[in-house]
């Protein structure tokens, strides 16, 4: 697969989600992006849905799955979003890990946190973006 990458996080119910959504948007389809978790939950999070739709990305869609070998064999690069997910993959698989800042720890909840945490992975997913063009 040409241009493409795997977001994974434990629950794949929000973060993940939210990165592959946004590569969506920001690449315009050029890169096909994937999601995934260590330990899916039963969801996704409302709140990043509504956060996304905010910013003209769409992840109403998404439902939380496992791990695809296949995926992670096939994709150009595997972005771990966070601490919790700690997946083990052959050394050859080209991973990175973005741990994000996390608002609840200093008190910031709801939309306010969802946008703060939408903002950072946005940027973040712009970069890779513009390296996987290259």
């Known amino acids: 697969m040409a241009n493409s990458v795997l977001f994974i996080c434990s629950r794949n119910a929000g973060k993940s989600q939210m990165a592959a959504a946004l590569m969506d948007y ?3 389809g050029k890169v096909t992006s994937y999601s995934a ?8 999070n409302h709140e990043a849905v509504e956060s996304l ?10 439902t939380p799955k ?17 601490s919790d997910a700690n997946p083990q ?16 720890e200093d008190g910031i909840t709801g939309a306010e946190r969802m946008n703060m945490i939408r903002d950072e992975i946005a ?8 390296e996987l063009e290259r």
């Open 89 to 104: 993959f052959d050394p050859s698989i080209k991973t990175e890990r973005w741990v994000t800042y996390e608002p609840s």
């Open 37 to 44: 978790g260590t330990n899916p939950g039963s969801g996704i």
């Open 53 to 62: 739709s905010q910013a003209g990305a769409d992840m109403l869609q998404g």
């Open 66 to 82: 496992a791990i695809d070998p296949r995926v992670v064999e096939q994709v150009d690069r595997v972005v771990i979003l966070g």
């Open 26 to 28: 920001i690449s315009e």
């Open 123 to 130: 940027d973040r997913v712009r970069e890779l973006f513009h």
